[in-house]
């Protein structure tokens, strides 16, 4: 879902935005059947709801003056609990699971990976992985003027339970991947242990004390 962030707070006021209904009058009135024109209203709703919810914050505009792109970096809160009762007849809760960051400018920039896994959220940059708090991540994922790190993406996943204590394991969700990309990450998986390993002390001694044509 494409949300718009420009002079928004936060995203349940953006998606108030995105579900507003739209009038259609004059040069854009709405055409009937019969060819006749007439006034009517435009509306966008989530009749059923995904067991995930992705959000893609429209960070990125075009300037049509001077034919640039350039990036928003004002704050735009979310919630790490959703509650799409506002929004669908379904009413169901959403957890956040992660969020893609960017740093940067609109001309290029670096992504990382922030996920929740165990209660805990990891941040994923490159090859490197390391623990932060809750508020440290939402800090960073919200963003200000000040800085140009922000969220790009947000993934929540429908709570089935409604409880605090619903969580779904990392291998439930890995299999919910198409095959391709699963033999891909793990691939990508043990190319990274095997880097890691060889950057570990007891590999470094084990080759310092061989002489070259041990090893």
Not at 184 to 197: D, L, Q, R, W
């Amino acid at each position: 879902v494409d949300v718009s962030v420009a002079g928004i707070p936060d995203l349940s006021t953006s998606l108030r935005h995105f579900l507003a209904p739209e009038r259609l009058t004059k040069d854009n009135a709405y055409v009937t059947e019969s060819g006749e024109e007439v006034e009517a209203f435009k509306y966008t709703r989530f009749s059923t709801l995904p067991r995930f919810l992705v959000f893609h914050l429209k960070r990125f505009e075009y300037n049509l003056s001077n034919y640039t792109r350039y990036k928003i970096n004002s704050s735009f809160e979310f919630p790490t609990t959703l509650n799409m009762s506002e929004f669908s007849d379904e009413g169901n809760l959403y957890r956040l699971k992660g969020a893609v960051i960017h740093m940067g400018v609109a001309e290029g920039g670096h992504y990382v990976s922030v996920v929740r896994r165990e209660r805990k959220w990891i941040l994923c940059d490159d090859s490197s992985l390391s623990e932060m708090t809750e508020e440290s991540f939402l800090n960073m994922a919200f963003g200000d003027d000040s800085t140009d790190r922000n969220a790009y993406l947000l993934f929540f996943e429908r709570d089935e339970n409604s409880g605090e204590n619903a969580e779904v394991s990392d291998t439930t969700l890995f299999g919910l991947l198409p095959e391709e990309l699963r033999n891909s990450i793990a691939e990508n998986g043990k190319i990274i242990t095997k880097n890691c390993a060889l950057l570990t002390k007891s590999c470094y001694n084990y080759f310092l004390n061989r002489n070259p044509s041990q090893i």
